[in-house]
């Protein structure tokens, strides 16, 4: 069984800093592509961010360019997302998953397992 727990999420005012974190277990995370998404209300769930199993391969949307870093600890099986000059309108659930398929996709669609999600709120 495959988990994903985020955590860090929070309440920041806007221009400030958070830290996503994601643990998984269950699988080999060294083997898996990881991604972070996020869905506001009433929109749809979004690609925010992903990292190649070696870590080789990143990209963002390009409203975070500049101001999120994704990186993994594959001998921690987590993930992270770093978040800094934030923004009212990256208030949002943010989730993590994972992908074992070939390729590179930010696709939801092509994730196979889904945390449950954190809260980030910005205060403009």
């Known amino acids: 069984q495959v988990q994903l727990v985020e955590s860090g999420g929070g309440l920041v005012q806007a221009g400030g800093s958070l830290r996503l974190s994601c643990a998984t277990s269950?699988?080999?995370?060294?083997?898996?592509?990881m991604g972070w998404f996020r869905q506001a209300p009433g929109k749809e769930r979004e690609f925010v961010a992903a990292?190649?199993?070696?870590?080789?391969?990143?990209d963002y949307t390009d409203s975070v360019k500049g101001r999120f870093t994704i990186s993994r600890d594959n001998a921690k099986n987590t993930v992270y997302l770093q978040m800094n000059s934030l923004k009212h309108e990256d208030t949002a659930i943010y989730y993590c998953a994972s992908r074992r398929g070939p390729g590179w996709s930010t696709w939801r669609n092509d994730f196979d397992y889904w945390g449950q999600g954190t809260q980030v709120t910005v205060s403009s």
């Open positions: 269950g699988s080999s995370f060294s083997w898996v592509t």
């Open positions: 990292i190649s199993s070696s870590g080789s391969i990143i």
